[in-house]
T-cell receptor, first 114, second 112 residues
Framework: AQSVTQPDIHITVSEGASLELRCNYS??????LFWYVQSPGQGLQLLLK??????LVQGIKGFEAEFKRSQSSFNLRKPSVHWSDAAEYFC????????????FGSGTRLLVRP | EPEVTQTPSHQVTQMGQEVILRCVPI?????FYWYRQILGQKVEFLVS????????KSEIFDDQFSVERPDGSNFTLKIRSTKLEDSAMYFC??????????FGEGSRLTVL
């Protein structure tokens, strides 16, 4: 069965510091991979996605993520965090079957220290 | 930019009442979904819908839940007899067939 693991429930970083949020997946083939961000009380905004090709993908708001097949990982990074980045971040896996549904990780809450 | 819209944004209901949550997916999309997020928890898949029928559903999607696309634009989720544990944010999503899901802003359901 497909699954997504985000091992960090909370992460706190100082504004201006770098950030890496971890995501590991379990899936029998190369999946579609996504990162979504959710601000409090808001919906899900797509940050970036990986379907195939270059394993380093760029997203919105200065985020990037790297797909590492050997580690079954798709970690999200940002070189310099802004206070407005404080939110919940969800990694998601899209099975390449006919339903195109996504399976989400449990999320990582990012807190930013001034 | 086209977007998925959901109504209502927040609904409060009494336990045992029926609730209908409405979604207007992006117009040329073919696949539609409902997800649920209980407060502070992960986003959980409920059901996918394609070609006017359910293509997949999770174990959460029991007989109390149903979905419908009544008029070619709306996509609804009905909960027949709400329970306290149905309190959650419900997200609608759609995709053309690219695997990238577009989510609505969500409908918060509070069951008292």
């Amino acid at each position: 069965a497909q699954s997504v693991t985000q091992p960090d429930i909370h992460i706190t970083v100082s504004e201006g510091a770098s950030l890496e949020l971890r995501c590991n997946y379990s899936y029998g083939a190369t999946p579609y991979l996504f990162w979504y961000v959710q601000s409090p009380g808001q919906g899900l905004q797509l940050l970036l996605k990986y379907f195939s090709g270059d394993t380093l993908v760029q997203g919105i708001k200065g985020f990037e993520a790297e797909f590492k097949r050997s580690q079954s990982s798709f970690n999200l990074r940002k070189p310099s965090v802004h206070w407005s980045d404080a939110a919940e971040y969800f990694c998601a896996v899209g099975p390449m079957d006919s339903s195109y549904k996504l399976i989400f990780g449990s999320g990582t809450r990012l807190l930013v220290r001034p | 930019e086209p977007e998925v819209t959901q109504t209502p944004s927040h609904q409060v209901t009494q336990m045992g009442q029926e609730v209908i949550l409405r979604c207007v997916p992006i117009s040329n999309h073919l696949y539609f979904y409902w997800y649920r997020q209980i407060l502070g928890q992960k986003v959980e898949f409920l059901v996918s819908f394609y070609n006017n029928e359910i293509s997949e559903k999770s174990e959460i999607f029991d007989d109390q839940f149903s979905v419908e696309r009544p008029d070619g634009s709306n996509f609804t989720l009905k909960i027949r007899s709400t329970k306290l544990e149905d309190s959650a944010m419900y997200f609608c999503a759609s995709t053309q067939n690219t695997g990238e899901l577009f989510f609505g802003e969500g409908s918060r359901l509070t069951v008292l």
